[in-house]
């Protein structure tokens, strides 16, 4: 019988990877912060629905979830578009645990509360999962799309819930043509930090940059669904992934000394994400970097700093990196902590070794970047240009062991020569295949052991 303790929150442990020894003069540190969270398992200490006993204790409602439907005219083709959307949502209800607080919004060129319908949220049991689902049988599809509109509605019904794990699921399969791109973006303004948002794409009318833009700044995740019948099980895993999260607005605060300054903070793994410009200053010289919620997982993050020289055989101390939540009374609880530190040496082979570490993923960033700016200029017809980037993508991914994206890869290039990084571009590539690589294009692997 599984455990179903309520202590198995998860631990957390941050290890530091870097090459410390710089040569003289030598200012720029690059480290790899591995950041893991362990205890919690894969429902976060917490059964789901179909596993908890009634009278389980300690299950009340810690965690909120809105999933937003598109039901917009263009869902009802095909027909099998809406059907699917309908019993993909079913299948997230009923992954949904005991005392979660839930909703369910139709979205259009407005945003309508389908379930519970009252301007709040509904606490998940047998019988409102019951509910839930009789509710989705009345979506129906016409209208524009405003995904705005959902958005606001989501944070308006997850402030009323009493927990701290916020968390949205959003469905559409078309281009956000019914509001402005202003207003969108001040709608993501006013969301970002209250609540984590996963986003899907289904078909491939969809736009890749408005979806990745709204995961991004939601700290959420995005992908492709081409054919609805994948929605039920990509809905389930979604969901079972959102259940498992036990601890919301865990920030990594990086402390540099005097003279020091932060270049860039970016996530690696599981996916490239730039935090550099979302950084909240936390007292002299801190800076927190939002990081979301968290599960039983593991993340890692880039972090470079300059720092002033210094002479031969002198260290310091480059930054500290702490893992912190805010506490109830206000001050922040350390959850996990790390040193970076700066050596300066007259050994050459001492300074000039690359940690294996910094170097995959610089590789891995660069990989992310190269895709997407090939795929941008095949489109605006400079297929020399395209051919080029996507050949050096095609090089990266075979050097860092990265198989999902050479295969997706594969479907866009005709590949000569992996290593050298020599391709063809395929005269005909289908919009899912290229829509799949952009999605995708951000997500990495780890270091090879």
């Known amino acids: 019988m599984a455990n179903f303790s309520k202590s198995n929150v998860p631990q ?160 559409t399969d078309g281009r956000n043509e ?101 950084r909240a200053e936390a007292g002299p010289r801190a800076g927190d970097y939002p990081t979301g919620s968290w599960g039983d997982e593991s993340r890692d993050y880039h972090v470079n700093v300059v720092v002033p020289t210094a002479g031969v055989g002198q260290e310091m101390l480059a930054a500290r990196i702490s893992l912190v939540q805010p506490h109830p009374d206000g001050t922040p609880q350390v959850l996990g902590q790390g040193l970076v530190r700066a050596v300066w040496t007259d050994d050459m082979a001492a300074s000039t070794r690359i940690n294996p570490q910094v170097a995959h993923y610089t590789g891995q960033a660069e990989l992310a970047q190269v895709i997407q700016q090939g795929l941008e200029a095949r489109k605006q017809g400079d297929f020399d240009s395209a051919t080029a980037k996507l050949g050096r993508a095609v090089q990266l991914a075979s050097a860092s062991g990265n198989e999902d994206t050479a295969k997706l890869l594969a479907k866009v290039v005709d590949v000569v020569d992996a290593v050298t990084g020599t391709v063809r571009l395929k005269a005909r590539v289908a919009d899912a295949d290229e829509m799949t690589l952009e999605t995708r294009s951000t997500k990495t692997v780890r270091v090879k052991k």
């Open 178 to 278: 019914h509001e402005k791109p202003e207003d969108l973006r001040a709608a993501l303004d006013a969301c970002a930090g209250r609540f984590t948002c996963d986003a899907r794409g289904v078909g491939t009318d969809w736009e890749v940059k408005e979806l990745t833009g709204i995961a991004s700044a939601l700290l959420g995740s995005v992908d492709i669904v081409a054919d609805p019948s994948g929605l039920e099980a990509d809905f389930r895993q979604m969901m079972e992934t959102a259940m498992g999260k036990e601890v919301a607005d865990v920030a990594l605060r990086v402390w540099t000394p005097q003279g020091a300054e932060i270049q860039y903070v970016k996530q690696v793994a599981p996916t490239v994400e730039d935090l550099t410009a979302r």
């Open 12 to 171: 957390f442990s941050v290890d530091i990877y870097q090459n410390e020894f710089l040569p003289e003069g030598g200012r720029e540190v690059n480290a790899i912060v591995t950041v893991t969270s362990t205890g919690g398992g894969t429902s976060g200490g917490l059964p789901l629905a179909s596993q908890a006993p009634a009278d389980l204790p300690g299950t009340r409602p810690g965690a909120a979830v809105v999933i937003m439907v598109d039901c917009s005219g263009s869902m009802e083709y095909p027909p099998t578009k809406m059907r699917s959307a309908r019993d993909a949502t079913a299948t997230a209800i009923d992954t949904i645990r005991d005392g979660v607080a839930f909703a369910v919004v139709a979205g259009t060129h407005q945003a309508k509360e389908v379930y519970p319908a009252d301007g709040g949220l509904a606490v998940a049991d047998p019988s409102t999962r019951h509910q839930a689902k009789q509710a989705l049988r009345r979506l129906s599809s016409g209208g524009g799309t405003a995904i705005g509109t959902w958005l606001r509605l989501a944070d308006r019904l997850l402030d009323t819930a009493e927990g701290s794990i916020r968390h949205g699921i959003l469905l």
